[in-house]
């Protein structure tokens, strides 16, 4: 027992190189031992890009409006004051942000009757002959309902929202140049278990930095 726990403990194993001269299998050896690398190295890293992991990015992005416009009253004597709320229509838009910049404002609207706008988008008629008021004609130009009655303006009488819209006094919101959008991102890169955000105070003053998030 003791002689073979020592014949095993005393011997050990040795590699023979044997060096063949053989210009054919040289040859194929290196010719063989370049592909290899040729394909590592060149299809795999470089074509295939297989030293760069990637990972799609989830996440969302918010647009945050914030200032304050005005317009004048229907007298042109005082400022009605607007804020973003009152400007941003709709409220929320799929990759898109729409700021009113001028509107029309028709105040005191109730359901009635009133004369046609002559315009051109109501046809004329006389109390006498108001054949092209008729009540089964709709229009996409009209404002409301024919009353199959000629109005005193000699254009057909509507039943609508009067007075009627008048799309020639447009009021320009003032301000809308000095509003921000504070954009606000945020992604994850679950592969890597990385996520990144644009909200950071890098600041330390609590404010949004223009070209950063703002």
């Given at each position: 027992m ?19 001269k ?28 297989g030293y ?6 989830t996440g969302?992005?918010?647009?945050r409006?914030?200032g ?5 009253s ?8 607007l ?6 229509n ?7 942000v729409?700021i009113?910049?001028?509107?029309t404002v ?8 009133c004369?046609?706008p002559?315009d ?7 109390k006498?002959d108001p054949s ?11 404002q ?5 009655e000629?109005?005193g ?10 007075p009627?819209?008048?799309d020639?006094?447009?009021d ?5 140049g000095?509003f ?16 990144v955000t644009?909200?950071?105070?890098i600041n330390?003053?609590g ?6 998030n703002?």
């Open positions: 003791c002689q073979a726990l020592t014949d095993l403990l005393c011997q050990y194993k040795s590699v023979r190189f044997i060096n063949v053989n210009k054919k299998l040289a040859t194929v050896y290196y010719l063989l031992i370049t592909l290899v690398l040729a394909y590592i190295i060149g299809y795999t890293i470089i074509y295939e890009k760069q992991v990637t990972d799609d990015v969302v992005t918010s647009v409006i914030k304050s416009g005005a317009i004048l229907s007298d042109n004597t005082t400022l009605i004051p804020d973003s709320m009152d400007l941003r709709p409220p929320h838009e799929l990759d898109a729409f009113t910049t001028s509107m028709t105040p005191n609207q109730t359901q009635s009757y004369n046609g002559s051109g988008s109501i046809p004329r008629c006389t006498q092209n008021c008729t009540q089964s004609i709709f229009t996409s130009s009209s409301g309902l024919y009353t199959g000629c109005g303006n000699h254009h057909c009488e509507l039943y609508t929202w009067c009627l819209e008048d020639s006094n447009v320009i919101v003032q301000n809308v000095n921000s959008l504070f954009v606000k991102i945020l992604g994850s890169f679950d592969r890597f278990n990385v996520k644009n909200i950071y105070d330390g003053d404010q949004p930095v223009y070209g950063y703002l």
